[in-house]
């Protein structure tokens, strides 16, 4: 992350996967714009909720989601969103929670992405689809370019 925002300054740089307090710390220290969580404890929402780096915690259930809430997060990971239920679940939980927006991870692909994004309450989504390891490992940053930009132009809101 460190090399990327120093060689790409115009880049909004976020930081994961971010587990507790010390991580959310170094993600900050390094530069991160934002950090994401795959899940929401109490001493990482509070750690958040103090720090002025944007945290997206995530959550999979509708306590979990009541607690990030309480510490102010209106925007949360759904995560992970198909073995969690999926956009019926996502579904269910707009009901009682009207205006809390999500970006689902977790079983999100190139296939169903443009039917979790028609959801009202889901502003992004994300997918290691675009980045896989073995493409990172390998320096395939040509076809991960590729794939993001087909991405956003398959995805572009009409």
């Known amino acids: 992350a460190r090399a990327i925002i120093a060689e790409i300054p115009e880049a909004v740089v ?7 307090a010390d ?5 900050q220290a390094l530069g991160a714009r934002f ?6 404890t109490p001493e990482l929402l509070d750690a958040a909720a103090a720090s002025d780096l944007p945290l997206l915690p995530g959550v999979a259930t509708a306590s979990e989601l009541m ?13 992970p969103a198909e073995q969690s239920g999926g956009i019926p679940m996502l579904r269910a939980l707009a009901g009682p929670f009207p205006h809390t927006r999500f970006c689902p991870t977790g079983g999100v692909s190139a ?3 443009a039917t979790w994004l028609a959801e009202p309450n889901v502003i992004a ?7 896989p390891a073995s493409d990172v490992k390998a320096g395939n940053w040509e ?8 991405a956003m132009k398959s995805l572009r809101r009409k």
Not at 23 to 27: K, N
Not at 143 to 150: E, F, K
């Open 125 to 131: 989504v994300g997918g290691s689809w675009l980045c």
């Open 23 to 27: 991580d959310l710390r170094r993600a």
């Open 111 to 113: 296939a169903n992405a």
């Open 143 to 150: 076809v991960i370019t590729g794939r993001c930009v087909d």
């Open 67 to 79: 607690q990030a809430r309480a510490r102010g997060f209106d925007l949360l990971k759904f995560f």
């Open 35 to 40: 950090a994401v969580s795959p899940g929401a």
């Open 14 to 20: 976020g930081i994961g996967t971010v587990l507790n």
